[in-house]
């Protein structure tokens, strides 16, 4: 399979905790993103890089959210300190420069803090 | 910050109907796209459109592109069970995709 791929699918963790997520995207596009998305909700924009440059970051991304992305390839997001409020489904998405709406998502991680 | 209002926000229908849906917004965007998500999954692209006034059809679905830049419409013919799912609706700027908040299709056989 080579789309877009997300580790883990589900995370179940005790407010406080630190949390990581993983995503590949697919191996010739060079723009990732990352979206949120609660219950009810579409997804919303979190942040995204260009190759491994982050070039832009939502306001919803406070300062316990991190994203990397060092190679180039994958990327992970990590949340410090989690709060309740953080349970939702975490999306990667991927594209060409050159196509950049044209994006491709994975399956999400679904966090839930409990 | 830009918001989409998609309708409606859920359909009913019997198996072989037509469907249409719609999103409009206060800001104009360079593409609207269309997305079919089902439960614990991603959105996956069903259609992407990139000039005011296009139309485009892949399948049984059929979209356009609002003259104003400012909506879209999906059409979904002679439906099938398994178009069940939440389809939302996308406007495209430079990096970031804004979604609509979905409209869940529910199809009985």
């Known amino acids: 399979d080579t789309g877009v791929s997300q580790d883990p699918r589900h995370k179940i963790t005790k407010r406080g905790q630190n949390v990581t997520f993983r995503c590949d995207p697919i191996?010739?596009?060079?723009?990732l993103y990352w979206y949120r998305q609660t219950l009810g909700q579409g997804p919303e924009f979190l942040t995204y890089?260009?190759?491994?440059?982050?070039?832009?970051k939502s306001r919803l991304l406070s300062d316990r959210f991190s994203a990397e992305r060092p190679k180039g390839s994958f990327s992970t997001l990590e949340i410090q300190r989690t709060e309740q409020g953080d349970s939702a489904m975490y999306l990667c998405?991927?594209?060409?420069?050159?196509?950049?709406?044209?994006?491709?998502f994975g399956p999400g991680t679904r966090l839930t803090v409990l | 910050g830009q918001q989409l209002n998609q309708s409606p926000q859920s359909m009913f229908i019997q198996e072989g109907e037509d469907v249409s849906m719609n999103c409009t917004s206060s800001?104009?965007?360079?593409?609207w796209l269309w997305y079919k998500q089902d439960p614990g999954e991603g959105p996956v692209l069903l259609i992407a459109?990139?000039?005011?006034?296009e139309l485009t059809s892949n399948g049984r679905l059929t979209a356009q592109f609002g003259i104003t830049r400012k909506d879209s419409f999906l059409n979904i013919s002679a439906s099938i069970p398994s178009d069940v799912g939440i389809y939302f609706c996308?406007?495209?700027?430079?990096?970031?995709?804004?979604f609509g908040k979905g409209t869940l299709l529910t199809v009985n056989p």
């Open positions: 998405a991927s594209s060409f420069e050159t196509t950049y709406n044209e994006q491709f």
């Open positions: 191996s010739e596009h060079n723009r």
């Open positions: 890089f260009q190759n491994e440059a982050q070039l832009e």
């Open positions: 800001s104009i965007f360079n593409t």
């Open positions: 459109l990139y000039k005011a006034g």
């Open positions: 996308s406007g495209g700027s430079n990096y970031k995709l804004t």
